[in-house]
Nanobody
Framework: QVQLVESGGGLVQAGGSLRLSCAAS????????MGWFRQAPGKEREFVAA????????LYADSVKGRFTISRDNAKNTVYLQMNSLKPEDTAVYSC??????????????????WGQGTQVTVSS
């Protein structure tokens, strides 16, 4: 049974930082590219960042480039999202997702097979 469990969300003031974690089980983690997505109320799910199975390649949405950093620890089966300089528009439920590592990193949520339940991030102004 595949499980992706996010943690680290919360309430933070604008300009602050949070670090999200996503612990995976039930998959050969080092064979999977991992992505972070977010969904704000009334909006569609949005790509945030992705990282290749080895961690050597990353991809970011323009809206978070330079502020967010995705990383992974294959020994711990965990992917992270370090979020700095947070803005109120970053408020959303953040979810991690896994995609078998084939080809280049992708931003479409439809290409990810496994999903976590999400963790709420709220940025106050």
């Amino acid at each position: 049974q595949v499980q992706l469990v996010e943690s680290g969300g919360g309430l933070v003031q604008a300009g602050g930082s949070l670090r999200l974690s996503c612990a995976a089980s039930g998959i050969a983690f080092s064979n999977y590219a991992m992505g972070w997505f977010r969904q704000a109320p009334g909006k569609e799910r949005e790509f945030v960042a992705a990282i290749s199975s080895s961690g050597g390649d990353t991809l970011y949405a323009d809206s978070v480039k330079g502020r967010f950093t995705i990383s992974r620890d294959n020994a711990k089966n965990t992917v992270y999202l370090q979020m700095n300089s947070l803005k109120p528009e970053d408020t959303a439920v953040y979810s991690c997702a896994a995609r078998f590592n084939i080809g280049t990193l992708r931003s479409s949520p439809y290409l990810y097979a496994y999903w976590g339940q999400g963790t709420q991030v709220t940025v106050s102004s």
